[in-house]
């Protein structure tokens, strides 16, 4: 059987947690699976995947998100980002001189590849979406992925193929017409599991992204969640603390639960208040959760875009961090159809196994 070396980034829990499925699948066929990740990516596998091997691989530090401000923020950011893909270069040759690996999986690290070794990335940002004032950066943007994307045998999109049934928009459409890469629609990826369950939480509340926008969120949900009627929850995506914060009688808070807790929590749920970030669309779509209000984080412009994306399609309201107020926002939210139906994750990950994995390790 194959060994296989997979690399999430740490820009949040996503990309970790819709790698999740996927490192289960190679698992299961018998395959080795080595983890190379850092910060709040390498806790969660951890917990998930006890039994595999880790690596501490260091990626890309993350741009101080100043809300509206976050664009020069990133720009001037950008020299520390391009040193960065230099050291992650080294920390990869220096672990492919070490272990022998049949297949190198990159979620969203583009420094992530070998000449030598098939090597697949996982991305559903093909297209990046920028604020219409920056539009000839976002047409720089499609050459750099271009030229990136070159460097792949394949690139998984976790995403329908372009059409009504589309999570990403946009962002998942691909403008190129090389051999190589292949580019692989995989359909939803998502880490919780499709079951039917009792809705006996009213409200629940997932904190997520960086940061500080996240501590931010976690202020403004904290205080205005417990002042909603009914059974709430509250996840402050922490893995990495164990701290305690008081709820009271009818709202529970936590830093962080399993992914099996969290799934059976989402699951329960009659509606959901959680950023708009990828990630969690594909969860939501994967449970067939039908209400929800989104909240994308400030200057995070592909969570900006989705969330006009579905509002524009009926699917999902919306609403500003800034000008916020959950009672109002709650009720408008309920109008909403949300996310139509579409093939499960278990379907489209053996499939994705079947018809591509599988080349490289069988």
């Known amino acids: 059987m194959g060994n296989v070396l997979i690399t999430p980034l740490n820009w949040g829990l996503g990309h970790a947690a819709r790698d999740i499925p996927i490192i289960r699948e190679l698992l299961r066929?018998?395959?080795?699976?080595?983890?190379?990740?850092?910060?709040?990516a390498y806790t969660l596998l951890e917990r998930e995947f006890p039994t595999c091997r880790f690596l501490h691989f260091e990626d890309y530090p993350l741009p101080y998100n100043r809300g509206r401000f976050f664009f020069p923020t990133f720009t001037a950011h950008l020299p520390r980002l391009i040193q960065s893909l230099a050291d992650e270069r080294r920390t990869l040759a220096g672990i492919l001189s070490k272990d022998h690996y049949d297949l190198i999986i990159s979620d969203s690290r583009p420094g992530v590849f070998s000449a030598d070794i098939p090597s697949v990335h996982i991305t559903h940002q093909i297209h990046q979406s920028l604020?219409?004032?920056?539009?000839?950066?976002?047409?720089?943007?499609?050459?750099?992925?271009?030229?990136?994307?070159?460097?792949?045998?394949?690139?998984?999109?976790?995403?329908?193929?372009?059409?009504?049934?589309s999570l990403g928009g946009k962002?998942?459409?691909?403008?190129?017409?090389?051999?190589?890469?292949?580019?692989?629609?995989?359909?939803?990826?998502a880490s919780v599991d499709r079951k039917k369950s009792d809705k006996d939480i009213d409200i629940l509340a997932l904190i997520s992204g960086m940061e500080p926008q996240r501590t931010a969120l976690e202020k403004i949900l904290l205080e205005q969640v417990?002042?909603?009627?009914?059974?709430?929850?509250?996840?402050?995506?922490?893995?990495?603390?164990?701290?305690?914060?008081?709820?009271?009688?009818n709202t529970a808070v936590f830093s962080y639960v399993p992914n099996h807790?969290?799934?059976?929590?989402?699951?329960?749920?009659?509606?959901?208040?959680?950023?708009s970030?990828?990630?969690?669309?594909?969860?939501l779509a994967e449970l067939q959760l039908k209400n929800g209000l989104f909240i994308p984080t400030p200057g995070q412009w592909e969570q900006e875009y989705l969330s006009s994306y579905y509002r524009n399609k009926k699917w999902f309201y919306s609403r500003s961090q800034y000008r916020l107020k959950l009672e109002r926002d709650i009720?408008?939210?309920?109008?909403?159809?949300?996310?139509?139906?579409?093939?499960?994750?278990?379907l489209n990950i053996a499939r994705l196994y079947?018809?591509?994995?599988s080349r490289y390790l069988e």
């Not at 079947?354 to 994995?357: A, C, D, R």
């Open 261 to 275: 807790e969290k799934t059976a929590l989402m699951s329960r749920a009659k509606f959901i208040i959680c950023r």
């Open 131 to 165: 604020p219409l004032l920056f539009w000839p950066a976002e047409l720089i943007g499609i050459r750099v992925n271009t030229n990136a994307f070159r460097r792949y045998d394949a690139v998984i999109i976790p995403d329908n193929p372009p059409g009504d049934l």
């Open 29 to 40: 066929k018998g395959h080795e699976v080595t983890i190379g990740a850092c910060g709040n």
């Open 171 to 189: 962002l998942s459409r691909t403008y190129f017409r090389r051999k190589k890469p292949e580019f692989w629609y995989a359909g939803i990826i």
């Open 331 to 346: 009720d408008r939210a309920r109008n909403y159809s949300g996310f139509p139906e579409m093939p499960s994750t278990d």
């Open 226 to 249: 417990p002042l909603l009627p009914g059974k709430k929850v509250i996840l402050l995506g922490t893995p990495g603390s164990n701290r305690e914060v008081p709820g009271d009688d």
């Open 354 to 357: 079947e018809h591509l994995l």
């Open 277 to 283: 970030g990828y990630t969690t669309m594909m969860d």
